[in-house]
Nanobody, 125 residues
Framework: HVQLVESGGGSVQAGGSLRLSCTASGGYAYSGYCLGWFRQAPGKEREGVAGIYTGSGRSYYADSVKGRFTISQDNAKNTLYLQMNSLKPEDTAMYYC?????????????????WGQGTQVTVSS
């Protein structure tokens, strides 16, 4: 049973940066997974922010964060990161990491079995 724990959220001013971390445990093996970062603002649907396939190392981003966010992984630490730069007020949301094998579309929340508890990111103008 894979467990995911996020950290690194907080409150920043617009233009600032944060780095989110997601550490996996409980039988997680980095090979063959899709790891994703999602966010959900109040009253909105959960949306995919960035995803990475651990086998190929290929990463993908939502258009709204391209050029500002970077997803990366440290296999030795079983940790996924999301570096967020040039933050905007519209980035304010609860951020979640997710993991599963055999994920076809990284943006589809229903494709993931394992989720973290979330970490809040608040960006003020």
């Amino acid at each position: 049973h894979v467990q995911l724990v996020e950290s690194g959220g907080g409150s920043v001013q617009a233009g600032g940066s944060l780095r989110l971390s997601c550490t996996a445990s409980g039988g997680y093996a980095y090979s063959g997974y899709c790891l994703g970062w999602f966010r959900q603002a109040p009253g909105k649907e959960r949306e995919g922010v960035a995803g990475i396939y651990t086998g190929s190392g290929r990463s993908y981003y939502a258009d709204s964060v391209k050029g500002r966010f970077t997803i990366s992984q440290d296999n030795a630490k079983n940790t996924l990161y999301l570096q967020m730069n040039s933050l905007k007020p519209e980035d304010t949301a609860m951020y979640y990491c997710a993991a599963d094998r055999g994920v076809g579309s990284w943006t589809n929340p229903s494709a993931y079995k394992y989720w973290g508890q979330g970490t809040q990111v608040t960006v003020s103008s």
